[in-house]
């Protein structure tokens, strides 16, 4: 079921990402006041928004468990926050990048949008070691839901709060600065949105079919394994 469709998407996802390099590195032009090392703006922030957007998905998902108790929609959710939770490390690791090279150091405490996106990869670091410290499964299922819930509508919210802070450095490119972008750097930011998009649908869709798949293998081994009788012990009498 997961892997339907899943070929076309990953040669869309190569690609758009292919599509999106070129632009960066031969298309799009330098910034007048930070240079090349501008360009990781190209992968940090299309990267952050798609975490962002993967997290509070997870949560719809979460939240569309505890409606059905489909244990369908726990996986879909768990995948979706497990790759959000690998892309957060990319965002960070680019983020410091940029601001060593514009800042000229590697962390701002005092920069509400780093500091709230860290926030938020603490919080969700804290998801899988509540969801498999949990042994019983519907369990695990149900406080993993409630979890993705919760921190999933706490994203958005800490957007908005950083949003709306009157102090910042950070440069802001959802907003009414993006008017001022030209035009090669606003196609080049929206291929490379649409590429890193693309890349984590398909490793989403990718793992939701090899753990159904292995998943559906475990099932038939444990179904094998009740229909085949125990082998008998040696020098052990064979009962009739």
């Known amino acids: 079921m997961y892997g339907k469709g899943l070929r076309p998407l990953a040669a869309a996802t190569a690609l ?10 031969f298309w799009a032009p330098n910034d007048a006041d930070q240079g090349f090392i501008q360009k ?3 992968i940090h922030v299309p990267i952050a928004i798609v975490a962002l957007c993967g997290f509070v998905a997870g949560g719809i998902m979460a939240l569309q468990y505890l409606r059905t108790r489909d244990p369908s929609w726990d996986l879909r959710s768990y995948v979706a926050i497990h790759l959000s939770l690998m892309l ?8 410091s990048i940029w601001a060593k090279g514009s800042w000229g150091q590697w962390w701002l405490w005092d920069e509400p949008m ?17 969801r498999f410290s949990i042994e019983q499964p519907e369990t695990q299922a149900r406080y993993a839901a409630v979890f993705a ?3 999933g509508a706490f994203v958005p919210i800490n957007f908005a709060a950083v949003r709306m ?15 001022g972008m030209p035009g090669e750097m606003m196609i080049t930011f929206l291929v490379a ?10 490793l989403w869709k990718y793992e939701l079919a090899s753990k159904s798949a292995r998943f559906q293998l475990r099932a038939l081994r444990k179904r094998l394994g009740a229909d085949v009788p125990a082998p008998r012990r040696s020098g052990a009498p064979e009962l009739s």
């Open 114 to 130: 780093l500091v709230s996106f860290l926030i938020v990869f603490l919080l969700y670091a804290c998801y899988q070691p509540l």
């Open 165 to 179: 802070a009157e102090s910042y450095i950070h440069p802001r490119t959802l907003g009414t600065t993006t008017g």
């Open 88 to 95: 957060a490390v990319g965002v960070l690791v680019t983020g």
């Open 149 to 151: 819930v919760v921190a």
């Open 40 to 42: 990781i703006f190209y």
């Open 193 to 202: 949105l649409v590429a890193v998009a693309l890349l984590f649908v398909t």
């Open 16 to 25: 758009s990402v292919t599509a999106a390099l070129a632009l960066v590195f």
